[in-house]
């Protein structure tokens, strides 16, 4: 939350964020609290087992609801702040044992409507484990491997520069250098495809 306050205190409302894209050592509900509340942006973090064995309640190891069955129930779109989830067995992706009378009397099958701003911790919008969810959370690790880079091949993490003016240059020379280096070589590619 330091990081965000900072953030937010340097830059004012100058852009919009979207998404706060984080590791599992911030799956903490009040880092997502505050990230909903202080942005109005989604918070896209891996889940912190934190030690358990076994999903929470309810859920299965992808996060997605599961019907009284054991099966995951099928997501069925969103409805303002609430997530949609139907009976699989109604929609004829498993062959339950009791069919959908085990859940619900009505023909539409059990449906589960559930507070993804409230319950922000397990559930959000694009749904956890979902393909949109997951090309969201792998931009952190494309950013991952360019402070590796920097940290690494340029000697970022070993600045021996006295003063923070002379660190900054520093640090941004090598921001120049890996995108002309990456440049350099996405050119000699294209190049070769050419000819």
Not at 5 to 16: A, S
Not at 40 to 68: D, M, T, V, W
């Amino acid at each position: 939350m330091p990081l965000l306050k900072k953030l937010k205190d340097f830059y004012g409302n100058t852009f919009n964020v979207k998404h706060c894209i984080m590791d599992s050592g911030y799956d903490i509900k009040e880092n997502y609290d505050y990230i909903m509340n202080e942005f109005h942006a989604q918070p896209i973090i891996a889940y912190n087992k934190r030690g358990s064995f076994a999903p929470p309640e309810g859920l299965n190891e992808r996060l997605h609801p599961i019907c009284s069955m054991g099966y995951e129930l099928v997501y069925w779109g969103k409805d303002g702040d609430y997530l949609k989830f139907r009976c699989p067995h109604v929609l004829g992706k498993v062959d339950c044992p009791h069919g959908s009378s085990w859940c619900s009397s009505s023909n539409y099958g059990y449906c589960l409507k559930i507070n993804y701003k409230k319950n922000n911790r397990y559930f959000s919008f694009p749904i956890r484990s979902s393909d949109e969810w997951q090309e969201i959370y792998n931009l952190r690790t494309s950013i991952e491997r360019c402070n590796s880079r920097l940290k690494e091949y340029l000697n970022t993490d070993n600045i021996r520069s006295a003063g923070i003016k002379k660190a900054k240059i520093f640090a941004l020379l090598n921001c120049i250098t890996l995108v002309a280096g990456t440049i350099a070589v996405n050119v000699n590619k294209s190049l070769s495809k050419v000819a």
